[in-house]
């Protein structure tokens, strides 16, 4: 399985970004996640959604502002960002699931892209 995410960038708060994350050998995969890692701190659960799609699940701070969605013709998902504000800078990874059902937590999580910046500027 090889995850590549792209779409990074710099970013005015208040603007929006639109994240990918490019899938292959997905066959494993049952679900998607979006994490991040801000500068000295933890990496993070951002949102998550099953591979069908069906069932979805965001972290309180994004919820309303951010929304995961998948190609399924091209085994792409997406992160749509908007609103964004200062504090949602970070290197942003998208991972593949172990479960059917999404989760919030790093270690269900078995595969893991390279990850891309984003940097909201006040």
């Known amino acids: 399985v090889h995850l590549a995410e792209s779409g990074g960038g710099l970013v005015q708060a208040g603007g929006s970004l639109r994240l990918s994350c490019s899938a292959s050998g997905t066959f494993t995969i049952k679900t998607m996640g979006w994490f991040r890692q801000p500068p000295g701190q933890e990496r993070e659960f951002v949102a998550a959604s099953s591979w069908s799609g069906g069932s979805t699940l965001y972290a309180d701070s994004v919820k309303g502002r951010f929304t995961v969605s998948r190609d399924n013709t091209e085994d792409t998902v997406y992160l749509q960002m908007s609103s964004l504000k200062p504090e949602d800078t970070a290197v942003y990874y998208c991972?593949?699931?172990?479960?059917?059902?999404?989760?919030?937590?790093?270690?269900?999580?078995?595969?893991w892209g390279q990850g891309t910046r984003v940097t909201v500027s006040s």
């Open positions: 991972a593949g699931g172990k479960y059917y059902h999404p989760t919030t937590s790093l270690d269900d999580y078995v595969y």
